[in-house]
């Protein structure tokens, strides 16, 4: 099936279920299907953003920014994870929690407000992968209309290229809690920490990349940086050190094998 075709599919599907919820993270793959919905059933359409201390301020302040660009229509909702031992946890299954919560509220949403439909952005790349939230979208009927139009991750990136969406070449940015290691309990203390350690990471030019919580003591920050990008490190040990120290780490080492 041609790329066009499979576009085809997908607006099909949002103009036969609006109007429509598109629970929108504002990562590659669900502002290209709010921009598709938004094109193809206008204010038919809601996205809707979770905010929760899992969110960096920065990611949700370019979902907005994102969304005001494509004159899509948006709301930002506040998740209760943190309210749940099961996510808090971090059990394997972490994102089974967050998604549920998430549908859950999308569910109630859409009831209250006469929606016919949650739709979320997975990609048919993420068959492949185990993903707790699937499960969680399965058992709460979310539409994912990329998926089943057979769209690839790369093709998700052509078509938002096409849109003009600035997300088209943003690298994956999954949410701050996946910085934790599974097992080790999630606290908004360490995500806050996490997350001022990423953006001083980010000022020095770095694009790709994960600071990791290791909980000590000491409290340790690991600094994952992609293979390409290692080439920055040189001469930046001990500004790294300092700036990751500032947000509250005790501790700070650099992987010498980069993000995998």
């Known amino acids: 099936m041609t790329l066009a075709a499979k576009i085809r ?26 921009a598709l919905a938004t094109r193809s059933a206008g204010d038919r359409v809601l996205g809707v953003i979770a905010d929760s201390p899992s969110l960096p301020r920065s990611a949700l302040r370019q979902a907005l920014d994102t969304a005001a660009r494509i004159g ?28 549920a919560e998430l549908f859950s509220r999308l569910e109630k949403i859409a009831r209250d407000r006469g929606f016919r439909a949650v739709a979320y952005g997975e990609n048919a790349d993420d068959r492949a992968d185990l993903r707790p939230g699937s499960k969680a979208a399965a058992e709460f009927h979310v539409l994912a209309p990329l998926r089943e139009a057979g769209l690839t991750k790369a093709e998700v990136r052509a078509v938002s290229r096409e849109l003009g969406l600035p997300t088209h070449d943003a690298p994956a ?33 770095f694009k790709i990349f994960r600071v990791r919580f290791l909980e000590g003591p000491p409290v340790t920050a690991k600094l994952q940086v992609a293979p390409e990008e290692m080439a920055l490190l040189a001469g930046r040990a001990a500004a790294i050190e300092t700036g990751l120290k500032n947000a509250g780490f005790e501790a700070v080492v650099i992987d010498p094998e980069g993000y995998r």
Request: glycine share 6%; hydrophobic share 35%.
């Open 9 to 34: 599919n997908v607006e099909e599907v949002i103009r036969s279920m609006s109007p429509l919820i598109v629970a929108c993270s504002g990562g590659v793959d669900s502002t290209c299907l709010l």
């Open 173 to 205: 940015q999954p949410c701050l809690s996946s910085r934790i290691p599974h097992g080790t309990r999630v606290t908004a203390e360490a995500l806050f920490m996490v997350e001022q350690g990423e953006e001083f990471v980010r000022s020095l030019g």
């Open 72 to 99: 899509a229509r948006v709301e930002v909702v506040t998740t209760a994870e943190f309210e749940n031992e099961d996510y808090l946890a971090n059990p394997p299954n972490r994102c089974y929690f967050c998604k």
